[in-house]
């Protein structure tokens, strides 16, 4: 086999445009490999990636030494110590079962009335512009807007959150960034955690019954749990709830743009759409990378891993493989047979799945329905941000033909009741992928 070139490439925004042909290469070349430029190894196949993902032999724990962290990252680093996405079995399990309640498909179902009144409110505000960017305008805010509600967060509150959840995630997403963003992004990181502190404890203001926030401050009061968990895994739920559905949406969107047939076939076939979710999650997952450390020495697909060298698992790169789908590369919503990986696998398998595809759901039937000539505005290319782990757009414009002053398609409301597009058998499983840690590419 012929060495492969190193994963960091795909930091190259001309990379970025074509990044499923990049990893084809990587793979042809060797389907796991050693990265000199990374110092990691990285598995790109999905046999190897499948595999590894719960691997007993392979652990999550990213800080064994807080010490060996870059010290303007070492607060950032402590708070995420404690978040399940970094922990094993016991801890792993535990602090999973704090909040899993919350995440449940019959709490899911229950957000089904704040997702379509939030959907429909983004839609009937953009419908008579007939322009929109669905990052900046439908991608990012209806996300943060279910996770604040799932927290009772106050309204008010809201943009102080988002302000401090894009320079965690941009710290977690990105290990190459200079001393003053990973800075910032501890202290962001510690305002989010005094917030939410503050709030959990807030006497005067009772939480919303039914309401993580609820939960959350019943198990405070009533256990010994240790409060620092408790507000470190609550900003976890904040920054992944909402910044990988971001990446979802925007990516289902741009491939269901770049396919009008697909798109034209999910409008005559709305049964399709819980397969189309699938699909469009395997085909640009809003999270790229799984990390892994070994915990000892140990063989991986033929390939000899030292204890507590690093191992990449390239979910997307997977989720393209011809060996489990057939025609990677094409849209298929009637596809059959092998597990996508956007979510992970086993124990950590993302926790808010469920939410996620809901969402994701909602939104597309949406924009099908009720956007008519809904197409790319070419005079501003989509802009992907600049990641090895998240892969997402910074900027996705669209136009539409406004509704006619005798035809207001801006009345028309997203269904509240079961849709003709299937979101309610949407609701088995969701989107909050891994995480990586700091100073490391990616981290699940």
């Known amino acids: 086999m012929s060495t492969p070139t190193s994963l960091l490439r795909a930091f190259r ?62 607060p950032l680093a402590q708070v995420l110590s404690r978040q399940m996405l970094y922990n094993d079995a016991p801890d792993h399990p535990r602090l999973r079962a704090l909040i899993s ?36 305008d439908l991608a990012r805010p209806l996300p943060l807007t279910i996770i604040c509600d799932l927290l009772d967060v106050p309204d008010q509150d809201r943009p102080a959150l988002a302000s401090w ?20 992004a501890s202290q962001s990181m510690t305002d989010m955690l005094a917030y939410f502190r ?16 609820a939960l959350v401050s019943t ?32 990516n289902a969107t741009l491939a269901l743009l770049r396919h009008p047939d697909a798109a034209d076939r999910l409008r005559r076939r709305p049964d399709l759409m819980p397969a189309a979710v699938e699909e469009l999650l395997r085909y640009d997952a809003p999270v790229q990378l799984m990390l892994r450390r070994a915990r000892h020495d140990l ?11 690093t191992v990449l698992l390239v979910g997307g790169a997977a989720n393209r493989d011809p060996a489990v789908f057939p025609d990677p590369h ?63 757009l910074t900027r996705l414009d669209v136009a539409f033909t406004p509704p006619s002053d005798d035809h207001d398609s801006g009345n028309q409301a997203v269904p509240t009741t079961s849709s003709p597009y299937g979101v309610d058998s949407a609701t088995h499983a969701g989107a909050c992928p891994a995480r990586p840690g700091p100073g490391h590419v990616a981290g699940a």
């Open 330 to 392: 094409v849209l298929d919503f009637e596809r059959t047979g092998g597990r996508h990986m956007a979510f992970g696998h086993g124990p950590h398998f993302c926790l808010g799945a469920a939410l996620a595809r809901l969402e994701g759901a909602i939104v597309l039937e949406a924009l099908l329905t009720r956007l008519p000539g809904l197409r790319l505005d070419d005079t501003t290319p989509p802009q992907w941000q600049r990641s090895l782990n998240f892969r997402g």
């Open 198 to 213: 503050e709030l959990l404890t807030r006497p005067d203001t009772p939480p919303a019954p039914h309401t993580l926030r």
């Open 101 to 136: 309640k919350a995440f449940t498909p019959r709490a899911v179902r229950t957000l089904r009335g704040r997702i379509v009144e939030a959907v429909d409110r983004i839609i009937t505000q953009a419908a008579p512009t007939g322009r929109m960017d669905i990052v900046a």
């Open 13 to 74: 925004p001309q990379v970025q445009e074509r990044l499923y042909d990049f990893y084809e290469e990587l793979r042809s070349a060797d389907d796991l490999f050693w990265d000199r430029t990374l110092r990691a190894w990285v598995a790109t196949g999905h046999a190897v990636v499948s595999k590894a993902v719960d691997a007993p032999g392979l652990s999550s724990v990213r800080y064994a030494d807080i010490e060996d962290v870059p010290e303007e990252l070492r």
């Open 219 to 250: 198990q405070a009061e009533n256990t010994d749990q240790d409060l620092d968990e408790l507000l470190a895994n609550c900003a976890l739920l904040l920054i992944a709830g909402h910044e990988t559905t971001t990446h979802f949406i925007g």
């Open 165 to 184: 959840s894009e320079p965690v995630a941009e710290a977690i997403g990105n290990s190459r960034l200079d001393a003053d963003r990973n800075r910032e």
């Open 299 to 309: 063989d991986l697909s033929g390939r000899s891993i030292a204890e507590g060298q």
